[in-house]
T-cell receptor, first 117, second 112 residues
Framework: EPEVTQTPSHQVTQMGQEVILRCVPI?????FYWYRQILGQKVEFLVS????????KSEIFDDQFSVERPDGSNFTLKIRSTKLEDSAMYFC???????????????FGQGTRLTVV | GDSVTQMEGPVTLSEEAFLTINCTYT??????LFWYVQYPGEGLQLLLK?????DKGSNKGFEATYRKETTSFHLEKGSVQVSDSAVYFC???????????FGSGTKLNVKP
């Protein structure tokens, strides 16, 4: 079965450093997403990406965050200057069509646990 | 705004026990409702979904019915197995916005 893969599975970084979280979505999918889950809290939407541009972003997704699809296969989330409160599990997802479609299914990766120290 | 509330965990059951995990939602439109499951060390996997009121989603012995009158989508299974031990997330997708709203997750531990 096709799957979304994320690397690394765990990243530890110092406060103020830049991190790039990587995702390889399913090859024929057109919609890409990042979500995060702070320990003990809800899984929160960060950003959706379609046709090489951001289609929607949440309040969390401020100027410190950016996304990119650099080579047609990877989908990355960059945090420019990490803060302690960025520590969370980050999930990448992809879907063939938008999640508002009755027939679509979003596939999630296994997550990257980011720890900012 | 849209939101999902699900019962706190962890839930610990013996094998073959009956499972209910409660989920209620708030939405301004007509959302689709989902249950996702995360097994240890793996990603979120779609377990089942329902796209309109009174629909019942089912998969692997799990069921959930979209109840508009009570704004609920409770997950049930008649006889759980040790292999069902995982974290279960209730979610909705808003028709107007291309994203999910998730609950906080409920960890299920099934003991032999």
């Amino acid at each position: 079965e096709p799957e979304v893969t994320q690397t690394p599975s765990h990243q530890v970084t110092q406060m103020g450093q830049e991190v790039i979280l990587r995702c390889v979505p399913i090859s024929n999918h057109l919609y890409f997403y990042w979500y995060r889950q702070i320990l003990g809290q809800k899984v929160e939407f960060l950003v959706s990406f379609y046709n090489n541009e951001i289609s929607e972003k949440s309040e969390i997704f401020d100027d410190q965050f950016s996304v990119e699809r650099p080579d047609g296969s990877n989908f990355t989330l960059k945090i420019r200057s990490t803060k302690l409160e960025d520590s969370a599990m980050y999930f990448c997802a992809s879907s063939e069509r938008g999640v508002t479609s009755r027939t679509t299914q979003a596939f999630f990766g296994q997550g990257t646990r980011l720890t900012v120290v | 705004g849209d939101s999902v509330t699900q019962m706190e965990g962890p839930v610990t059951l013996s094998e073959e026990a009956f499972l209910t995990i409660n989920c209620t939602y708030t939405a301004t439109g007509y959302p689709s409702l989902f249950w996702y499951v995360q097994y240890p060390g793996e990603g979120l996997q779609l377990l089942l979904k329902a796209t309109k009121a009174d629909d019942k989603g089912s998969n692997k012995g799990f069921e959930a019915t979209y109840r508009k009158e009570t704004t609920s989508f409770h997950l049930e299974k008649g006889s759980v197995q040790v292999s069902d031990s995982a974290v279960y997330f209730c979610a909705l997708s808003d028709r107007a916005f291309n994203k999910f709203y998730f609950g906080s997750g409920t960890k299920l531990n099934v003991k032999p």
